[in-house]
């Protein structure tokens, strides 16, 4: 079983629509990490968080200490949302833990 | 200030040769991380360094290792290619060692036939 679980794999939604990818994790962490891929390879690191509710414009990321759970929502999604995102969690000292991905495509 | 940098951007070798690939990390950051991203295993941790020395390693063969100079640039080098080591690499960097954003750069896309 992955150490960190993300949902759904893929993902399609018309533009406009509230987006909303899920995280699960088994370990106990310092810090959860929100990425997200473009097609041609590069990352960018949207969120860090180790408790709570973050917003960068409409993106915002929320996660749950006690139930291992953390969730990136997107409102207004808009074509250019379409990436991979990925969720990596930090156990510590030790190096990063990644999700799978979750593709997302939004249709105009 | 200028991004994460690395090279060469693209790369094909044939099986048995040896490669290596080269990260220069934002000014003033001292933590380098490499990572292995291909299409199965999806993103996976190779070897991190901080002040020249190699700090964490992960599930990795021998053929894997890296360096990291006084300037804080980093190399890392795969011998013996195999057509499995076909993947993008990705190195990111951040200021501390641990607990902090990570920078990634546009990765190094190796071909191995």
């Known amino acids: 079983k992955n150490e960190v679980e993300q949902s759904p794999q893929n993902l399609t939604a018309q533009e406009g629509e509230f987006i909303t990818i899920n995280c699960s994790y088994s370990v106990g962490i310092s810090a959860l990490h929100w990425l997200q891929q473009h097609p041609g390879g590069g990352i960018v690191s949207l969120f860090m968080l180790s408790s709570g509710k973050k917003k960068h414009g409409r993106l915002i990321a929320t996660i749950n200490i006690q139930e291992k759970h953390s969730s990136l929502h997107i409102t207004a999604s808009h074509p250019r949302d379409s990436a991979v995102y990925i969720c990596?969690?930090?156990?510590?000292?030790?190096?990063?833990?990644f999700g799978k991905g979750t593709r997302l495509s939004v249709i105009a | 200030k200028a991004g994460v940098t690395q090279t060469p951007r693209y790369l094909i070798k044939t099986r048995g040769q040896q490669v290596t690939l080269s990260c220069s990390p934002i000014s003033g950051h001292r933590s380098v991380s490499w990572y292995q991203q291909t299409p199965g295993q999806g993103l996976q941790f190779l070897f991190e360094?901080?002040?020249?020395?190699?700090?964490n390693k992960g599930n990795f063969p021998g053929r894997f290792s890296g360096r990291q100079f006084s300037n804080s640039r980093s190399e890392m080098n795969v011998s013996t290619l195999e057509l499995g080591d076909s993947a993008l690499y990705l190195c990111a960097t951040t200021s501390l060692r641990g607990g902090e954003t990570q920078y990634f750069g546009p990765g190094t896309r190796l071909l191995v036939l």
């Open positions: 360094y901080f002040s020249e020395t190699q700090r």
């Open positions: 990596a969690v930090s156990p510590g000292n030790t190096p990063l833990v």
